[in-house]
RNA sequence: GGCGCCGUACCCAAGUGGUAAGGGAGAGGUCUGCAAAACCUUUAUGCACCGGUUCGAUUCCGGUCGGCGCCUCCA
């Protein structure tokens, strides 16, 4: 089944927008980098998954069938190096003799759990790496009849003098690399460019997980894994291929080498492994990159101890588009988490309109979000190289310019809502149900009390007792409206 | 040294060869005992700077200055 649009985005391949084009029609196999498990993924890392999260959602808007699949880099060392610093996780996993498979166990569940909170939908498919050695090992195999590797040191290295369209991808050839500028070059590689495929002399004196292979007991590369379960969960073709743009030069570079030379493509063909790479720009923090190195990493439940919640900074990630760099500070945050909760008091306001709690399940059930036309006009915008920040316009007028039944108006918020993934519609239910109760008998009856203490101090003149009352109740979440018909009061948005 | 990206109001941030979205914050107003909330109004003849192309440039080209990233295991 045909898309019922196409998406335009931006391809890395030839650094230009372009339209998708999918292997089968209307089904999109996309392959996203996934996290490494020996430590907390900080909201950097976050961007980017949101990034291919909304990638995901705008796909399924406009029609298209996608099977998404990320790896998790589970292959872990734990070296006396990887121990520095002062990782609390590490260090009491160390104390109590917990072993490489438990850190990545934990970071695992960390990761899924930040993610549920940002509302990221769980991939298809989450290939573990460790649960894959056998297909890797099979992977650089078929390097190997292709005479794409060579042994060095006890280590199999791929080399990259046998692939001619290497470095394609990050325009190698434009560039006057300095190898070993910053990391030293292994000198047993005959080009600094090539890159471990099996290891069997490990740099790391602890190691912990070790398998079997043709080569000897060791471990793999790295950039083997994303190669080999790709292909396993999408074929030698795979239509979209995210990651953070940091794997451009190296990572992504090395994966084409690798399935391209296994698959057997050479510059004469024009099939490619990855018809579309799409790459997420950086999180900036206080003008500089986000890393281990520079201290100033941050993580979601770090957010949410300074009162936020994990869906202000997914807010924060939609106000930007995903190929520029974004300055993260603590006010932008600020004005991202206004922003949503206004927009929620403002859905709130709709969802009241329609009707109580019950009905506006009922009621929205019934409605055509879709047909509204500012969600063909988010939908459009969507499809044209995921301009969110537009589809944040949109839906803003949607919420306080557009005209129209309530019920309308709010299906087409959930539909746009359907894309950002910011679940305000939910919230904004939520929100109303609680002013139906505040509206009608309040279940809290000391609230009520409090209520009635202030209106009669306030027909007595004493305002500043009225004013205490009112002060203590706003502490508590409950907004007081004196109104012409009287006082009114109601649960501040806060969801 | 090379490669890439970027510089838009107080802050964040869209955008286009034809005269600058949206959000946050601030200001004024209506309402109020005072507030809050809500609503109304309001904040860039200007898009780092200098040239060029053009009827017309914030948008295209060149240069300058400034910022960020990458140059081999970092989203």
Known sequence: MAPKRALRLYNTLGRRVEELRTHQPGKVGMYCCGPTVY?????????????????????????????????????????????????????????????????????????????????????????????????????????????????????VFYDVAGFDRYGELALLDRQDLRAGARIDVDSSKRNPEDFGLWFTRSKFERQEMLWDSPWGRGYPGWHIECSAMAMKYLGETVDIHCGGIDHVPVHHTNEIAQSEGAIGLSSHSDRRWVSHWCHGEFLIIDSAKMSKSKGNLVRIDQLVEQGYEPLDYRYFVLGAHYRKQQNFTAASLEAARSARLNLVDRLASLASEVGEAGAVDEQLAGADGEAHPLYQEALELAASDLS????????????????????????????IDGILGLGLVEAARRTAAERDVAAGAPLDGEIRALVDQREKARQEGDYATADRIRDDLAARGVELQDTPEGVRWRQQASV
């Open 388 to 415: 969110m920040p537009r589809v944040l316009e949109v839906l803003w007028r949607l919420a306080k310019e557009a005209s129209g039944p309530a019920v309308d108006l709010l299906a087409g918020a959930a539909a």
């Open 39 to 155: 430590e907390y993924q900080h909201i950097g890392n976050f961007r980017t998954y949101i990034l291919e999260d909304v990638l995901r959602r705008a796909l399924t808007a406009l029609g298209y069938e996608v099977r998404h699949v990320m790896n998790v880099t589970d292959v872990g060392h734990l070296t006396d190096d990887a121990d520095e610093g002062d990782d609390k996780m590490l260090q009491s996993a160390r104390r109590e003799g917990k072993s490489a498979w438990d850190i990545a166990a934990f970071y695992t569940e960390q990761f899924f759990r930040d993610s549920r909170a940002l509302n990221i939908l769980e991939p298809h498919v989450v290939a573990r790496a460790t649960n894959h050695i056998d297909e890797m090992i099979e992977l650089i195999e078929r390097l190997e009849s292709a005479k794409l590797t060579y042994e060095a040191n006890g280590n």
